[in-house]
């Protein structure tokens, strides 16, 4: 006799079903878990691995690669992205990691300056009347003056302001990175002061110039905000916002971003920001002053951030301060080399002199303290533990062990 399966209700199976999607959504769920813990687990070892190399001291190096060159007597080199710029009086030439050329613009000028800012270049000859505007592809835009080119500052899109003299008339042109005018701003001496420093912010939205202003045998700084968009057009050339400083120097400002600018003293400094009309930020006076006892000695930039360098007594002559874009001290190091060049290079802060060569990390750790056989033309940073040396006739890449 056929045995006759009883019948299943309708609620039973669907219960079933339920029973089934809620284990099934269990199971997923925890394999999802595993995976996370586990992607978790491997992102904190490498980022403990990349900590450990990072803030670690080593002894010594060894040379990954090496490419030998002749270079013309003063040559010079800057960092450019994942490159090396070289120029000379003779041209320049964007060289790769094996110090090969990527392009090359030769020319004969007398006092090569050089403003970089991300992708863009631009080399003048102070004094002279050549501009060249390049990108990472080679020459954009080419720019002859008729007054002598005192200063030169680029933004990322190769907008550049040049600084331009006459007796008694200051010239500030913009171009676009093709080399046409965009506009221009009279300042004249007698009104606002011989200019001391510009810079282009990032976005090449607005220029920051500080001027020297001489008033009753005493020397004062005035710094001055132009807006270059639309907004400008509502301010009188353009001007948006002012500081006067009084019986100090201004010598310096740079743009840190779009946004941020920093106008460096004789012995402190100030930060602006703002994306239209910039505004100072409050810093207390023990941070702003920090060579009030002694002037700044040594002053470089990086990606957002900037340092000082002045003297101080003891055995350790030099106190190195690297800030952020805020005000806040990022690093702290005395040292006491008697160093020609101060640079912050990718996550590290690099003091070197003709034969020797001191690396920080910006924790504050000494990666690195020696000296090399032959001369240091230039040194900056790859990843990790990797560095570019480039001497007179050859450049080497090494790896500190």
């Known amino acids: 006799m056929q045995k006759i399966m009883p019948f299943r209700k309708k609620e039973d199976a669907h219960s079933d079903m339920k029973q089934y999607t809620r284990k099934l959504l269990q199971h997923r769920a925890n394999v999802v878990g595993r995976v996370l813990v586990c992607i978790f687990i491997i992102v904190a070892l490498c980022f403990g691995v990349v900590q450990y190399h990072k803030n670690r001291s080593y002894e010594s190096y060894e040379v990954i690669s090496s490419m030998d060159h002749q270079d013309a007597i003063n040559t010079r080199y800057e960092e450019y992205g994942d490159h090396l710029l070289k120029y000379s009086k003779d041209g320049i030439t964007c060289m790769n990691l094996n110090h090969e050329p990527v392009w090359s613009q030769p020319f004969s000028i007398q006092d090569p300056i050089v403003s970089i800012c991300g992708p863009s270049a631009v080399l003048a000859d102070r004094g002279g009347n050549q501009v060249y505007i390049f990108n990472e592809s080679g020459l954009t835009g080419q ?26 008339v200051t010239w500030i042109y913009l171009y676009d990175a093709e080399g046409t005018k965009l506009l221009d701003v009279q300042c004249s001496l007698a009104d606002t002061g011989q200019p001391l420093s510009i810079s282009l912010s990032h976005d090449g939205s607005k220029l920051a110039v500080s001027y020297l202003q001489i008033s009753g045998g005493t020397a004062n700084s005035c710094v001055v905000f132009y807006n270059l968009g639309s907004v400008g057009d509502n301010f009188v050339d353009k001007i948006v916002a002012s500081r006067f400083y009084e019986g100090i120097l201004v010598p310096r400002v740079k743009y840190l971003d779009g946004d941020t600018c920093v106008a460096i003293g004789e012995n402190g400094f100030s930060i602006y920001e ?19 006892e002694t002037e700044i000695r040594s002053v470089c930039f990086g990606n957002r951030e900037f340092g000082l360098v002045f003297e101080q007594e003891g055995e350790l002559p030099y106190l190195l301060r690297v800030y952020d874009e805020r005000g806040g001290i990022v690093l702290e190091k005395a040292f006491a080399m008697k160093y020609a060049q101060v640079k912050l290079s990718g996550d590290n802060v690099i003091v070197y002199n003709d034969t020797e060569c001191a690396i920080y990390s910006k924790g504050g750790v000494l990666r690195y303290e020696g000296t090399f056989p032959e001369a240091l033309v230039n040194v900056y940073s790859l990843q990790g533990r990797r560095f570019v040396i480039v001497h007179p006739q050859r450049t080497d890449v090494i790896k500190l062990n």
């Open 143 to 168: 720019v002859d003056t008729l007054l002598p080119v005192q200063q030169v500052t680029v933004s990322r899109q190769g907008v550049t302001a040049i600084l331009l003299e006459d007796s008694s």
């Open 274 to 292: 703002g994306a239209e009309i910039p505004e100072e930020v409050e810093i207390s006076e023990e941070v702003r002053n920090v060579g009030a």
